[in-house]
């Protein structure tokens, strides 16, 4: 290619990367404003929640109505219950998913493809199908507002071993029949060469099950009875009531030290997270 | 055997949780007081109230020690109490929306309370009650709950729109000035409608309740106690009719899920509202709020709403420690703490000759409407007993003034689906 | 594996043996590995459909100490069931949209994000973050972003010189609106997975294109998006199964309203059983939306061998 040929691809690549950037801005801005208004709403006093167009940035801010929505229930409490279940929620279904994953990805069976399709028909019941049943079955085991009631009827894992076992499926033939030459049992394969090679797709698993179950919302509500049992959005949604509302500021606030934890470890997180998958893709 | 290792494995698995939380929330049951469980609803000043009532019926007395849960709003109480039932742990006392009496009486849900009444030896007097509070706690003859947190509802309105406007600093006497009044709140500017008359609610939980009171000014009844469905009668059409004719042809109102929001934010002049709202409305609004009776037509009688306690254990002992709660929690003194604070009616005639009650109500006595509309006052209408009575006359709402059906027609849908309710329910 | 037993082995009869005893224990070693979660899933998520089958053939409201058997009428209820209807369609034009728009706009960006570029890390964190977002605050902070009089969106609305609709009071106008939090929140997370699905294809395709003059439009269509296929294979049963699924947003947000525009299908199973006390027509309708899932499921399972290049 001759310099005034270079040239041209170079002029034409920053029209690129500026239209790619313009189009990412756009899309983080799309993303990032509902969080602005809330932190903005949950400053404002009541004054200026209600005016049009907004006043983007409150004239005086009202920090107070952190402390107010604080106040409204023990939120501290409903922190701990909230990191209590996720976390052991996750841990345990992961320790159950990469057991069937290995399972269905590399021991031989005469059901294993009739079993797999039992599997994923789980993945499609809806979890307010089963609500009504699984309570009976919490009461008969005595587990109506503990943390075992809220954690363990999610803990079975079809969405985790599906992505488990696809991914041990992409693991090279020779490494599993190298374990077995080194003597190694299912159970040693599984930990000592299937999960190290799989961390970054459990690290993604890890991170979208402690999502999921930091959320969940109806089950909990059903599940526990008193202040003390209940997680974050139970205790959240439990704010807004019509008769005795709270103003949007309240709400606001309240959602945001919901949120702000979560964000934290998010944003820590996220680089190493994200990164691993990419890393570990292209190492398997 | 190596199955055996994988099996130890997962029994490993699944005893770690039970020992990491072993610490359950079961408790023994001892000898010494009865411990029983209340589940309350209603956040905010109301819940507060509960709570303190418990803490103060737990230190009068060393025999009974109650322990207050909070459920939610009343529908996420129900939720949970349906799926206690289904699983056969129930609490021992309720707080119910007293409607849903009836229907949880009918299934046997709920303790008959008049062997208490004729056994009680403290004094308690049943005809100190306000009749028409009590009477909704009473199915098929026997007594299932007593009035605690009772309301009805009442129309608020912005006093400086009012002066704005040119209005008397009252609220409407009939529906058809409530229609005038609303026709001249209502400011346009530049096409848009920038504030309106009146906001009607289409939210679940009271939506219903309102056009019962309408239906009621109207002369007529949403259904009778057999339940006999009476939508197509004339009452009931000309209230329909009016409130469409204000959403659709006047255009000076709306239905919203959260009207008060609207009110609150200066965007309508008028609202309807519990008299458990008038603590909330007052304190957060910027500009004067008077409350006064819903507007009456051919007669002033609106439904009597809000809550009950009522005895949901099985356990005699429990039962008898249910019903020491119950009696102190809808005392004069209890009432007395919690009328001023939330705004709720009196429930007895001992409630409002309390020396507090008395002074409160003369220290604001534009909350008083609270009590003069005691008087008039009648049950709900059979149907909301029903599991989607409630529902169907939201819906009817929702239909007028959201969808436009013609009154008529909506009318007649409710009526069918509230008859065939019924039958799924009865027969 | 056969193979190489036959190869360390020498011997025929050897390796028969071998193998019926290996079987035997690759049969322990299965059922032991896959128990703990056949147990869970059994007690957990397959009773609950029995029994919940069980009682869609009664007539029950939960607390009554008699279910009345009614055969099929329950079933016949849900045929001229107007409100089914309307929670079925918005089920359906809920998972339509949010799989054709989010996946959609999920993989463009994921196209744009996957180069070495400034911002990178700040661009791809913010756009993925509603995923770690409550969804009862998304559902709280959204419900005021929608209102008309003074949220968010009218600013913008009026600034191109429309009247802000009603959002979520507006029959028209309250499914679009659930349908743009559902993307909102969702978005990020398909473009992660996607992301690193793209990590996954080999530079060298994409060099051999170039050598052959492809553009980056060809690139692609015909390198990308088919190489993506179990990427997207995988997203798109995900997203499916959440907006059948779709019930917190609704919940909070709208109630199913107004007039039933955004009840969908779950939400109604849950008004049934637990607001109106309808068990036994709630299980029915459990049974239907059970039955449509695996339907669905099974059709995409066998429409992936044909068009997914793993």
């Known amino acids: 290619m001759g310099v005034i040929g270079r040239k041209a691809v170079g002029s034409r690549d920053l029209i690129a990367r500026f239209l790619t950037h313009a189009a990412l801005v756009f899309a983080a801005a799309v993303i990032g404003l509902p969080f602005l208004w809330m932190l903005t709403t949950a400053l404002k006093s009541p004054a200026e929640v209600y005016i049009f167009p907004p006043v983007w940035w409150p004239s005086e801010l009202r920090l107070d109505n952190f402390a107010t929505a604080w106040r409204s229930a023990p939120f501290g409490r409903f922190y701990v219950n909230s990191i209590v279940t996720a976390t052991s929620g996750v841990a345990l279904e992961i320790a159950v998913a990469a057991l069937s994953a290995y399972a269905f990805a590399r021991i031989k069976f005469r059901y294993r493809d009739q079993l797999f399709i039992v599997l994923l028909a789980a993945m499609m019941i809806p979890g307010q199908v089963a609500l009504i049943p699984n309570y009976v079955v919490l009461k008969h085991l005595g587990w109506i507002n503990t943390y075992r009631g809220i954690v363990i009827p999610h803990v079975s894992s079809v969405f985790g ?81 019509a008769e005795y509302a709270i103003g949007p500021e ?19 997180a996220q680089k190493q997270l994200i990164e691993g998958i990419a890393a570990g893709a292209v190492k398997g | 055997m190596k199955a055996m290792r994988y099996l ?49 019926f737990n230190a009068s007395q060393d025999r009974v020690i109650v322990e207050a849960q909070f459920q939610g709003a009343y529908a996420e109480l129900n939720q949970k109490l349906l799926a206690g039932l289904a699983a056969g742990a129930v609490p021992d006392v309720v707080l119910l929306d007293s409607p849903f009496v009836a229907l949880f009486a009918k299934d046997g849900v709920l303790a008959p309370l008049d062997a208490f009444v004729r056994s009680d030896r403290s004094g308690f007097k049943l005809a100190d009650f ?39 600093d009252r609220a409407p006497r009939t529906w058809d000035e ?95 509202g519990s008299t458990g709202s008038m603590g909330n409305l007052f304190s957060r609004a910027t500009f004067p709020v008077a409350a006064g009776f819903m507007p009456g037509q051919v007669k002033n ?113 409710a009526k069918a689906d509230l008859e065939k309710e019924y039958n799924e329910t009865y027969k | 594996m056969a193979k190489r037993a036959q190869l360390v082995h020498g011997s025929a009869d050897k390796t028969r043996k071998r193998l019926s005893s290996r079987e035997k224990r690759d049969a322990a070693a299965f059922i032991g590995f896959t128990f703990p979660n056949f147990l869970l899933l059994g007690v957990f998520v397959f009773w609950p459909i029995i029994y919940s089958l069980y009682l869609s053939f009664f007539r029950w409201n939960m607390i009554a100490p008699r279910k009345t058997f009614i055969g099929l009428a329950n079933y016949r209820t849900m045929i001229g069931d107007a409100v089914f209807w309307q929670s079925m369609r918005n089920t359906l034009v809920l998972a339509a949209a949010v799989v054709v728009v989010k996946i959609g706009i999920a993989l463009f960006l994921a196209t744009l994000l996957n180069r070495k570029m400034r911002m ?30 003074f949220g968010l969106l009218r600013v913008f609305i009026n600034a191109v010189g429309l009247r802000s609709p009603n959002w979520l009071g507006d029959v028209q106008w309250a499914l679009p609106a659930i349908i743009i939090v559902v993307i909102w929140s969702g978005v990020g997370y398909d473009m992660v997975i996607f992301l690193a699905g793209l990590t996954n294809i080999s530079q060298e395709y994409y060099d051999a ?46 109630e199913g309203g107004p007039l039933n525009s955004t009840n969908v299908i779950v939400y109604y199973i849950y008004q049934n059983a637990f607001q109106w006390f309808k068990t036994g027509y709630a299980s029915a309708l459990a049974v239907v939306l059970f039955a449509i899932i695996m339907i669905i499921t099974l059709a995409q399972t066998r429409l992936s061998k044909r068009w997914v290049h793993y």
């Not at chain 2, 000043?45 to 803490?55: F, N, R």
């Open chain 3, 120 to 149: 990178r890390g700040a661009y791809r964190a913010i756009i993925f973050s509603p995923t770690f977002t409550t969804s009862v605050a998304i559902a709280m902070v959204w419900g005021w972003i929608f209102d008309p009089n």
């Open chain 3, 209 to 254: 294109a170039q050598v052959d003059g492809a553009t980056p439009w060809q690139c692609f269509w015909r390198i990308t998006v088919p190489l993506l296929s179990p990427t997207t294979f995988f997203l798109t049963i995900v997203s499916v199964i959440g907006a059948l699924k779709a019930f917190d947003i609704v919940a909070i947000m709208t």
């Open chain 2, 301 to 413: 009688l609106v439904p009597v709403g809000g809550a009950v306690l009522a005895v949901t254990s099985t356990d005699k002992n429990r039962q008898a420690a249910a019903w020491e709660f119950i009696k102190y929690m809808t005392n004069a003194d209890s009432q007395a703490y919690l009328v001023p604070r939330t705004g709720y009616m009196p429930n007895s005639q001992s409630s409002i000759n309390h020396p507090e009650v008395v002074a409160y109500f003369s220290q604001y006595p534009e909350r008083k409407v609270a009590i003069d509309q005691l008087v008039h006052t009648r049950p709900q209408a059979s149907v909301i007993s029903l599991g989607k009575g409630t529902e169907l006359l939201r819906q009817l709402v929702e239909k007028l003034l959201v969808g436009n059906v013609a009154p008529a027609r909506a009318l007649a849908e």
């Open chain 1, 250 to 268: 309240h709400l606001m606030a309240a959602s945001i030290f919901v949120l702000v934890p979560v964000l934290v470890v998010f944003f820590i």
């Open chain 2, 178 to 272: 409530f229609r005038d009044f609303s026709r001249r709140l209502t400011v346009v500017s530049g096409g848009e409608t920038t504030r309106f008359g009146a906001a009607f609610t289409t939210s679940t939980t009271t939506a219903h309740w309102y056009f019962q009171a309408a239906v009621y000014a109207y002369g007529g009844l949403v259904s009778d106690e057999k339940f006999n469905v009476k939508l197509t009668e004339a009452p009931a059409l000309a209230a329909a009719t009016l409130w469409q004719d204000m959403v659709f042809k006047d255009k000076t109102a709306f239905g919203s899920l959260d009207p008060h929001t609207e009110f609150l934010n200066r965007r309508v002049g008028m609202v309807f």
């Open chain 2, 130 to 168: 306000i009749p028409g509070l009590l009477q909704d706690g009473y199915h098929e003859n026997k007594l299932y709950a007593l009035p605690f947190m009772r309301s009805t509802p009442l129309l608020y309105y912005n006093r400086e729109m009012f002066r704005e406007a040119g209005l008397p």
């Open chain 1, 161 to 241: 071993a599906f992505l488990l076992r696809q991914y041990f499926l992409t693991i090279p033939e020779s490494l599993y029949d190298a374990a077995e030459i080194d003597g190694m049992g299912h159970f040693k394969t599984l930990f000592f060469i299937a999960l190290p090679l799989a961390r970054p797709v459990v690290g993604t698993l890890a991170l979208y099950l402690f999502i999921s179950k930091w959320n969940s919302y109806l089950w909990p509500l059903i599940v526990t009875n008193t202040q003390n049992m209940r997680t974050l959005p139970v205790g959240l949604a439990m704010l807004r009531q």
């Open chain 2, 8 to 56: 130890l494995l997962i029994a490993l698995i699944l005893a770690l949780p039970v020992g990491l939380w072993a610490a359950g929330s079961r408790e023994a049951q001892a000898s010494g007081p009865v411990k029983i469980v209340y589940w309350r609803s209603l956040t905010g000043v109301a819940g507060e109230a509960q709570d303190e009532l418990v803490k103060r």
